[in-house]
């Protein structure tokens, strides 16, 4: 048998027809759902006829519009098209029987963290979601990723996907990470050195030392911003720190069905003599902590760096740079930690779990956000935030003057009332930087959650090191 | 869906790289339960001021541009997330075809099932369509989906590459899931399949 890799596996696992020209219909397992890109597809369904073809396999929660302040039960936070979005999902959930976590639950949370969280997630099974950081599932082994509302409505009536094969490549990061780095320097800079669209048409597998050391929660952040390198998929090969954290989740497999489950999940890795399209090497201990100074995720520097000028850039990226920094507001030259900022944001789906909590908790413990500052901490789910509360994080978080909130996608996109305001700056764990993002003007520097907490303290962009 | 066969028309041209999906539909009009309608918020940060007046210099607000149907642009379109408001919006405006150097994969994706047609040329070539589309509505470009071809105002033809089973399904509207249903079959038979030999799924 050909070598393969561990994309080339799982995808030969869900081929259920393949046409003479080569395109596929991908069997789905699991199919998440959120407010904002499914009332469309439902309404199609609705329209056609047509009903949920495997409504076991298929999960929704409400996550991009529902405030995230403590009042939220009273509909009256929320704006009307807000509520109307949020109440279509309740309907839909409810018409079509699917699983559901609503607003009041306390499993309720940001898709992607709800689905590994419930065992929803498991190796080998590919997992979509009208949502392009799908691609965080792929920490666990399984081929997920974003799709649009049209292939939200495919995948709802016929559980499947019309798809042709992506190429293969490979990210390795060899060695140890130093003291002060995470995944989220990973990922960033592994964008920073591929760009923003030099991973399109590939599935990324992440693998080397560095990747292999992670926890779950680490790797679900470099799988997370797999679409910003423009890999639709990011992937990691299950291994015991998988099964471990899988393992007694609510919808993991249980007793005989645990054991044949892990079997099929022992094959899955990539052969040592598969083909690689592309194949990316950086060494761990050449990664620093990091932000972006632009409106690309591209944009990425170490946070010993100076903002860069237009001309150290060439092709369209130089009117690019130059859009970049005057919306910034930026001049060239100036040291990035000297970059005063307004706001400090941690949580998403990208670093909203458990332990970016605690890497925030660790540094901001006895400290104090800076006065004038705007902080708030959004845990991705309402079982993390729970966790937090039990681990005494919460306490660390309001006595250095952080909000603290419940569960969602909050700042991150800003499509519930968590905005920033024209001109405001704002050291954000999440995973865009594009203008206007987190509110009309506002300024985006992404960074990991021990550099966001560290700005807090700091009111600029900080070295998170200087702090430890 | 609309079929597209043919389409002659004013290019507008955007040249700017990596330009978002936040950018072409930001996130404040993501919570329609619509598909359509979504044309006036077409690049609604770059079009409109805080008091929501047009900003005369933004392409798609001179009046040589307004009644665009093709958009000329740079590397990289549509990147950022799977929102397929982003192709609704420019098939709302009137956009039907976008021209490109390349595509974020979600939304190249998205475009097809909308109606619009996602070409792929060389930077040289979108350099010259660029410099075309910026002579105004008297520069009418054409582009023939079945001979993939584009002409330009000079009379020059460029050929383009598509997949064949997504130009099938844009020439002749069709709809995805009335395709796939034809294949029922094959997916009862894998489900059945996976359901002995991955039970837990």
């Given at each position: 048998?050909?070598?393969?890799?561990?994309?080339?596996?799982?995808?030969?696992?869900?081929?259920?027809?393949?046409?003479?020209?080569?395109?596929?219909?991908?069997?789905?397992?699991r199919h998440l759902v959120h407010e904002v890109t499914s009332?469309?597809?439902?309404?199609?369904?609705?329209?056609?006829?047509?009903?949920?073809?495997?409504?076991?396999?298929t999960i929704a929660v409400p996550d991009h519009n529902v405030?995230?302040?403590?009042?939220?039960?009273?509909?009256?936070?929320?704006?009307?098209?807000?509520?109307?979005q949020v109440?279509a999902l309740d309907?839909n959930a409810k018409?079509?029987?699917i699983h559901y976590y609503p607003v009041s639950d306390v499993r309720q949370g940001i898709v992607h963290i709800v689905g590994p969280e419930q065992?929803w997630t498991?190796?080998?099974?590919?997992v979509?979601c009208g949502d392009?950081h799908t691609?965080t599932h792929?920490?666990?082994?399984?081929?997920?990723?974003?799709?649009?509302?049209?292939?939200?409505?495919?995948?709802?009536?016929?559980?499947?996907?019309?798809?042709?094969?992506?190429?293969?490549?490979?990210?390795?990061?060899?060695?140890?990470?130093?003291?002060?780095?995470?995944?989220?320097?990973?990922?960033?800079?592994?964008?920073?050195?591929?760009?923003?669209?030099?991973?399109?048409?590939?599935?990324?597998?992440?693998?080397?030392?560095?990747?292999?050391?992670?926890?779950?929660?680490?790797?679900?952040?470099?799988?997370?911003?797999?679409?910003?390198?423009?890999?639709?998929?990011?992937?990691?090969?299950?291994?015991?720190?998988?099964?471990?954290?899988?393992?007694?989740?609510p919808h993991?497999?249980?007793?005989?069905?645990?054991?044949?489950?892990?079997?099929?999940?022992?094959?899955?890795?990539?052969?040592?003599?598969?083909?690689?399209?592309?194949?990316?090497?950086?060494?761990?201990?050449?990664?620093?902590?990091?932000?972006?100074?632009?409106?690309?995720?591209?944009?990425?520097?170490?946070?010993?760096?100076?903002?860069?000028?237009?001309?150290?850039?060439?092709?369209?990226?130089?009117?690019?740079?130059?859009?970049?920094?005057?919306?910034?507001?930026?001049?060239?030259?100036?040291?990035?930690?000297?970059?005063?900022?307004?706001?400090?944001?941690?949580?998403?789906c990208?670093?909203g779990?458990?332990?970016?909590?605690?890497?925030?908790?660790?540094?901001?413990?006895?400290?104090?956000?800076?006065?004038?500052?705007?902080?708030?901490?959004?845990?991705g789910s309402g079982l993390v935030?729970?966790?937090?509360?039990?681990?005494?994080?919460?306490?660390?978080?309001?006595?250095?003057?952080?909000?603290?909130?419940l569960a969602g996608c909050?700042?991150?996109?800003?499509?519930?009332?968590?905005?920033?305001?024209?001109?405001?700056?704002?050291?954000?764990?999440?995973?865009?930087?594009?203008?206007?993002?987190?509110?009309?003007?506002?300024?985006?520097?992404?960074?990991?959650?021990?550099?966001?907490?560290?700005?807090?303290?700091?009111?600029?962009?900080?070295?998170?090191?200087?702090?430890? | 869906?609309?079929?597209?066969?043919?389409?002659?028309?004013?290019?507008?041209?955007?040249?700017?790289?990596?330009?978002?999906?936040?950018?072409?539909?930001?996130?404040?009009?993501?919570?329609?339960?619509?598909?359509?309608?979504?044309?006036?918020?077409?690049?609604?940060?770059?079009?409109?001021?805080?008091?929501?007046?047009?900003?005369?210099?933004?392409?798609?607000?001179?009046?040589?541009?307004?009644?665009?149907?093709?958009?000329?642009?740079?590397?990289?379109?549509?990147?950022?997330?799977?929102?397929?408001?982003?192709?609704?919006?420019?098939?709302?405006?009137?956009?039907?075809?976008?021209?490109?150097?390349?595509?974020?994969?979600?939304?190249?994706?998205?475009?097809?099932?909308?109606?619009?047609?996602?070409?792929?040329?060389?930077?040289?070539?979108?350099?010259?369509?660029?410099?075309?589309?910026?002579?105004?509505?008297?520069?009418?470009?054409?582009?023939?989906?079945?001979?993939?071809?584009?002409?330009?105002?000079?009379?020059?033809?460029?050929?383009?590459?598509?997949?064949?089973?997504?130009?099938?399904?844009?020439?002749?509207?069709?709809?995805?899931?009335?395709?796939?249903?034809?294949?029922?079959?094959?997916?009862?038979?894998?489900?059945?399949?996976?359901?002995?030999?991955?039970?837990?799924?």
């Open positions: 048998m050909s070598p393969k890799t561990l994309y080339d596996k799982i995808w030969d696992a869900h081929v259920a027809h393949e046409a003479d020209d080569g395109t596929c219909l991908l069997y789905i397992d009332p469309q597809a439902f309404e199609g369904l609705r329209m056609t006829g047509r009903t949920v073809r495997a409504p076991d396999k405030p995230t302040t403590l009042d939220r039960a009273d509909a009256t936070t929320m704006t009307e098209d807000s509520r109307i109440e309907k018409d079509f029987g065992g498991l190796p080998g099974m590919t979509v392009s691609a792929g920490a666990f082994g399984s081929l997920a990723h974003g799709i649009g509302t049209s292939e939200v409505e495919h995948v709802l009536a016929t559980q499947t996907l019309i798809q042709r094969k992506g190429k293969n490549m490979k990210v390795e990061i060899t060695g140890k990470l130093a003291p002060g780095v995470t995944a989220k320097d990973i990922t960033l800079t592994v964008i920073g050195k591929t760009g923003t669209a030099g991973g399109t048409g590939y599935v990324i597998e992440y693998c080397g030392e560095a990747i292999r050391d992670l926890s779950m929660e680490g790797r679900m952040t470099v799988c997370n911003m797999a679409i910003e390198g423009g890999a639709r998929a990011g992937l990691i090969a299950p291994d015991e720190k998988t099964f471990d954290y899988v393992k007694g989740r993991a497999p249980k007793g005989a069905q645990w054991e044949a489950a892990l079997n099929w999940w022992k094959t899955l890795y990539s052969d040592d003599d598969a083909h690689w399209d592309k194949v990316i090497t950086i060494k761990g201990e050449d990664i620093a902590p990091v932000v972006t100074w632009g409106t690309s995720p591209e944009d990425v520097l170490p946070i010993t760096a100076n903002v860069p000028a237009a001309s150290d850039f060439t092709g369209g990226k130089v009117d690019a740079a130059q859009r970049s920094l005057e919306y910034m507001g930026l001049t060239p030259g100036t040291p990035l930690s000297e970059v005063e900022i307004d706001t400090v944001f941690i949580g998403s990208t670093n779990r458990i332990e970016d909590l605690r890497a925030a908790a660790a540094i901001l413990k006895g400290k104090k956000v800076k006065d004038g500052l705007r902080a708030m901490i959004v845990p935030r729970a966790q937090a509360e039990e681990e005494g994080l919460a306490d660390i978080f309001k006595e250095a003057g952080f909000e603290w909130r909050s700042m991150c996109l800003a499509m519930n009332p968590d905005q920033l305001s024209p001109g405001e700056r704002c050291a954000a764990t999440s995973n865009r930087n594009f203008e206007g993002r987190q509110g009309r003007g506002g300024r985006t520097h992404l960074m990991s959650p021990a550099m966001a907490a560290a700005a807090a303290i700091t009111g600029r962009l900080t070295d998170v090191r200087e702090l430890m | 869906m609309d079929p597209f066969n043919t389409l002659t028309g004013i290019a507008a041209p955007l040249p700017l790289i990596n330009i978002d999906t936040d950018m072409i539909i930001p996130k404040q009009f993501l919570k329609t339960i619509k598909r359509t309608g979504l044309g006036v918020n077409l690049f609604d940060e770059m079009r409109y001021d805080d008091d929501r007046n047009e900003i005369p210099t933004f392409v798609l607000n001179k009046p040589q541009y307004r009644d665009a149907n093709i958009l000329v642009t740079g590397e990289n379109f549509g990147c950022g997330s799977s929102r397929e408001h982003a192709p609704w919006a420019i098939k709302d405006f009137g956009i039907s075809c976008v021209i490109a150097p390349s595509y974020a994969d979600i939304f190249y994706n998205n475009c097809f099932k909308n109606g619009i047609l996602p070409i792929v040329l060389p930077q040289e070539q979108v350099d010259v369509l660029m410099k075309d589309a910026e002579k105004g509505a008297n520069a009418r470009i054409s582009i023939d989906l079945e001979a993939q071809t584009i002409t330009n105002s000079e009379g020059e033809v460029f050929s383009f590459e598509v997949d064949a089973f997504k130009k099938h399904c844009l020439m002749n509207g069709l709809d995805d899931i009335g395709l796939t249903m034809e294949k029922v079959a094959a997916i009862d038979t894998f489900e059945s399949t996976a359901a002995q030999s991955r039970p837990w799924v």
